[in-house]
């Protein structure tokens, strides 16, 4: 009897530790807000492409900003004919897309990043988890070396349908996740034979000395004194087209504002500064002027 009690005990201890086991496991937490870039591999001298994708963590994204950081030498961003980023929105995610190079008005050999802005003037419905924002090419140097060379995500902003930030730059100081990526470069040019170059001796100049002229005495002119010029005021420069909280520059949650203002979805005192030809209205060409703004900064 006593060794039946104990066998059921242990059957039950038994059942007990597996229960422990194979019970409900802990909630996964939701994926922050944050983008992604591939890690393309290339050989040098070759275009890639790499992609940037996009990572909701369950939030409304209707558009969005970032910079992107690439090695100006080894591996940069190709350009258009119109010199602007040789990058595509998906056509997928239904928005548009805006690319400049930075720093502004640099040259190809300057432009060490990007700036991609996509949003929708039409449209603010959210983008799609895990969707393909955008594609950009890669010119890979001939004389790049093998290796990594990094692709970095800067200044990540996100915006709701209304314009506010679940994450970026911004009073709450709450970062956007950012996966940077690079190009792999996996092989290296054939090495180019140099050749042996035999120094000439140069001749030496002599230099045989000339006198020096004495200077002439000019007479001084005298001064006749002149009315002293009346300062005129300068007047103080327009605010930047789309800079709706004064900051000194447009972004992505602004040209959202704008966007809303003009689909009738908010008033125009939303942001004045938006109202760029003084219209009264927010149009098109306000928006432009703002996209402007956000790439290339307040002019």
Same mark, same amino acid.
């Given at each position: ?18 229960? @422990?086991?194979?019970? %409900?496991?802990?909630? @996964? ?21 790499? @992609? ?24 940069? #961003? ?12 998906? !056509? ?16 190809? =050999? ?7 802005? #996509? ?8 983008? %799609? ?10 010119? #890979? ?5 093998? *290796?990594?060379?990094?692709? @970095? ?15 970026? !730059? ?20 054939? %090495? ?9 001796? =140069? ?21 006749? !004194?002149?009315?002293? %010029?009346? &300062?005129?005021?300068?007047?103080? !420069? ?27 979805? &908010?008033?125009?005192? =939303? ?6 030809? *003084? ?13 402007? #703004? ?6």
């Amino acid at each position: 009897m006593r060794r039946h009690a104990l066998r059921n005990w242990n059957l039950w201890s038994v059942a007990a530790i597996a229960l @422990t086991i194979v019970g %409900p496991q802990a909630p @996964t937490r939701a994926l922050a807000q944050g983008l992604t870039v591939s890690s393309p591999a290339a050989n040098p001298g070759q275009q890639v492409s790499f @992609t940037v994708v996009l990572s909701t963590g369950g939030a409304q994204v209707a558009g969005l900003q970032a910079d992107l950081r690439f090695e100006a030498v080894n591996t940069p #961003v190709s350009r258009r004919a119109s010199g602007r980023p040789n990058c595509t929105v998906n !056509p997928a995610i239904g928005k548009s897309g805006a690319f400049g190079f930075l720093p502004p008005d640099c040259s190809a =050999s300057s432009c060490t990043s990007m700036r991609a802005i #996509v949003f929708a003037i039409d449209s603010l419905d959210p983008i %799609p988890d895990a969707s393909v924002l955008f594609t950009c090419t890669i010119d #890979v140097s001939s004389v790049a070396s093998a *290796g990594r060379h990094p692709i @970095t995500l800067e200044n990540v902003i996100f915006n709701d349908p209304n314009g506010v930030r679940p994450c970026g !730059p911004g009073p709450n100081d709450r970062r956007c996740d950012a996966a940077n990526g690079a190009v792999v470069v996996t092989d290296l040019p054939a %090495p180019t034979a140099s050749r042996s170059v035999t120094p000439t001796a =140069s001749p030496t100049a002599t230099f045989t000395s000339s006198p020096t002229a004495s200077p002439t005495e000019t007479p001084t002119a005298t001064l006749t !004194p002149t009315d002293t %010029p009346t &300062a005129t005021a300068t007047p103080t !420069p327009p605010a930047c087209a789309g800079d709706c909280d004064g900051s000194g520059d447009a972004s992505v949650d602004e040209l959202l504002i704008l966007t809303n203002v003009a689909l009738g979805n &908010a008033p125009l005192q =939303s942001c004045q500064a938006g109202d760029s030809d *003084g219209d009264g209205a927010i149009t098109i060409d306000d928006i432009l002027s703002a996209v402007n #703004v956000a790439l290339l900064g307040c002019v």
